[in-house]
């Protein structure tokens, strides 16, 4: 069982900096591609950034250059390190896994997704 739990959300002032964490509570896996994902209010989900297990990544070219993502293995646990942060990038953000090994964008390819942690940039 997969169970994944975010962390370090919080309220910035725009310019700012935050590091999201997400832990694997369950089984322990080191073969999933993880990724970051956002919602807004009145938005749909949208994709930030993904890691495969090789440690390839990939960004939604609004972050990219801005954020990180990250992880270590021995610890279960994916980061993504937020910088320069504006406030449009105020949303929840859910972490999710997925059992391919494509590091993709695509929501329908996550199998396993986190609570969400609320992550606000003021101005």
Partial sequence: QVQ????????VQAGGSL???CANAGR???SYTMGWFRQA??????????RGWSGSTLYADSV??????????????????????KP?????YYCAASSSY????SIGQYDYWGQGTQVTASS
Avoid at 64 to 85: D, E
Avoid at 88 to 92: H, K, L, Q
Avoid at 102 to 105: A, K, L, S, W, Y
């Fill in 102 to 105: 494509r590091v993709g964008p």
């Fill in 19 to 21: 590091r999201l964490s």
């Fill in 41 to 50: 209010p009145g938005k749909e989900r949208e994709f930030v950034a993904a």
């Fill in 64 to 85: 990219k250059g801005r954020f990180t993502i990250s992880g270590n293995n021995a610890k279960n646990t994916v980061y993504l390190q937020m910088n320069s942060l």
């Fill in 28 to 30: 322990t896996f080191s």
């Fill in 4 to 11: 994944l739990v975010e962390s370090g959300g919080g309220l």
């Fill in 88 to 92: 449009e990038d105020t949303a929840v």
